[in-house]
């Protein structure tokens, strides 16, 4: 394919992916955009970024069908709606899970044969699974009782009112927390396929030892700092211990399955565990990922740094 449109809902997700390879620059001719905007990262990638054509996650195929696709590339939970009316005008469709690291490879290796470069394929999941395996070994022989109970909880202030929701079991937020050695608290509470909003006395219910706070909307570490002075928050053991942190993110947050998230499970497992991972740099991972992308030192010490949120050290 040479015209490809990425399209739907979590349009990110597979955009962020897909800049991976260096074919993308010349074939991706329009994507979908939604809250998260990718233009200002991308256009660090993409010189010719600015040539895209964006259109709304729930445009249908009247408003892709004239880009003329040769392919367009969705989430598989878009299949049933807009990939079945693309397919019903003969558009060829390709869904991408992306939501665990298993996934995660099978989709790159797909992506790989479609832009004719499967080696780069390789590469990245090389790139991902070499850090895995070093999580993996630094947590050998942990044992169960051993794994902290940790919350991750997504904050919302929008409009004033403060919302709490915990991710899906079967999303890449729990299996993160999973992969870095903690204990996810909320796996009862949260086996729907969304977030799933929870109130501060089902937190305390839990007391959790670790908490992770992730904000998509406010800068995480600010948050923290709100719940920091909480009365009710300061009831909460991790608080007390100080074992409340603000999720990482820079552009975009670590959390979601974006290809950021080898830096969120990276980052977690120094949190989680610092005991197992004391040589764990951040920065020096921060590096490296955005090489991947093209992108090097200088340009992320200018453009990516400063624009670090959350509690990265």
Request: overall charge negative; cysteine-free.
């Amino acid at each position: 394919p040479q015209r490809i449109v990425s399209a739907g809902r979590s349009g990110l997700t597979i955009v962020e992916t897909l800049y991976l390879f260096p074919e993308t620059r010349e074939r991706l001719v329009a994507l979908s955009v939604g809250q998260q905007k990718p233009g200002d990262f991308l256009s660090l990638v993409d010189p010719g970024y600015g040539t895209k054509t964006e259109f709304a996650p729930d445009s249908g195929p009247e408003q892709i069908a004239p880009l003329q696709p040769d392919l367009v590339i969705l989430r598989s939970f878009m299949a049933d709606t807009l990939g079945a009316a693309l397919e019903q005008v003969s558009i060829p469709v390709v869904y991408l899970d992306l939501e665990t690291p298993e996934q995660y490879f099978r989709d790159l290796a797909t992506l790989g044969q479609l832009l004719g470069n499967e080696e780069r394929a390789r590469e990245i999941e090389a790139y991902y699974q070499e850090r895995l395996d070093a999580i993996e070994a630094g947590l050998e022989g942990l044992d169960p009782a051993d794994r902290p109970r940790v919350l991750l909880v997504q904050h919302s202030a929008q409009g004033g009112e403060v919302s709490l929701e915990v991710p899906s079991v079967a999303w890449l937020q729990t299996i993160e927390v999973e992969l870095a050695g903690g204990e996810p608290v909320w796996r009862e509470a949260a086996q729907g396929g969304g977030w799933t909003v929870v109130n501060l006395e089902q937190i305390a219910a839990w007391n959790p030892d670790q908490i992770y706070v992730v904000s998509y909307g406010d800068d995480p570490a600010a948050v923290v700092e709100e719940l920091r002075a909480n009365a009710q928050w300061q009831e909460l053991a991790a608080v007390q211990a100080g074992q409340i942190y603000g999720f990482p993110g820079e552009f975009f947050s670590w959390d979601q399955p974006d290809p950021r998230w080898i830096l969120g499970v990276n980052w977690l497992a120094g949190k989680i565990h610092p005991d197992r991972f004391p040589d764990l740099d951040v920065n020096e991972e921060i590096v490296s990922f955005f090489e991947l992308y093209g992108l090097d030192e200088t340009t992320v010490e200018a453009e990516v740094v400063p624009r670090l949120r959350g509690n990265v050290q």
